[in-house]
């Protein structure tokens, strides 16, 4: 049972806009910034937004982050193929002096 | 540039320890804590515990207080895992990961993983 919330489940059709969202608590999301990061099967995770909807760079601006009281939300605009991955949501949190992730959501693009 | 090194796949028996290295290279190691997450097959990222390379300051996950210990090797500016008395459901591949803020989740720079596999 993952502390953050994410739906399991994602999917769009290329070119379309798709949100995942992540839920947490006051002690996590409600106090600190959330950040992103995309999986491919076998491969390490990568970061995709910090501090809420900040883009590292290389990151394309069709991903955007933006948080709200003690949930957030990772929308990528303009599907494609190769955003087929795993998302994770993280947040510190000040109960446990750690990062706290989401359960992760698999994106697919039919 | 940065790069965490991690060191090789292990098979072991139920009951033995485990000692993951991660080397890190590229870039001041006493800036940045080094966490430790693990994934197990088909399933999520779960944190396990951080060092702070500076002063060897830990913080572990409580579901791996008693079983974990990650040190910080200043001859060789190495990061290690000990996990003890595993068992078959510890079957994962372990990463380590550059926290670029303390106390952020913001992990900029990721090992390759390494595949432990518990198994009798």
């Known amino acids: 049972q993952s502390v953050l919330t994410q739906p399991p489940s994602a999917s769009g059709t290329p070119g379309q806009r798709v949100t995942i969202s992540c839920s947490g608590s006051?002690?996590?999301?409600?106090?600190?910034?959330v950040y992103w990061y995309q999986q491919v099967p076998g491969t390490a995770p990568k970061v995709l937004l910090y501090?809420?909807?900040q883009r590292p760079s290389g990151v394309p601006d069709r991903f955007s982050g933006a948080k709200s009281g003690t949930s957030a939300s990772l929308a990528i605009s303009g599907l494609r193929s190769d955003d087929e991955a795993d998302y994770y949501c993280?947040?510190?949190?000040?109960?446990?002096?750690?990062?706290?992730f989401g359960g992760g959501t698999k994106l697919t693009v039919l | 540039q940065v790069q965490l090194v991690q060191s090789g796949t292990e098979v072991k028996r139920p009951g033995a320890s485990v000692k993951v290295s991660c080397k890190p290279s590229g870039y001041t190691f006493t800036g940045y804590y080094i966490h430790w997450v693990r994934q197990a097959p088909g399933q999520g990222l779960e944190w396990m515990g951080w060092i702070n390379p500076t002063n060897g300051g830990t913080n572990y996950a409580q579901k791996f207080r008693g079983r974990v210990i990650v040190t910080w090797d200043t001859s060789t500016s190495t990061a290690y895992m000990d996990l003890t008395r595993l068992r078959s459901d510890d079957t994962a591949v372990y990463y380590c990961a550059r926290e670029f803020y303390d106390g952020s989740g913001y992990f900029d720079h990721w090992g390759q993983g390494t595949l432990i596999t518990v198994s009798s």
């Open positions: 006051s002690s996590n999301i409600g106090s600190n910034y």
């Open positions: 501090q809420n909807d």
């Open positions: 993280v947040a510190w949190d000040e109960s446990l002096s750690g990062p706290v």
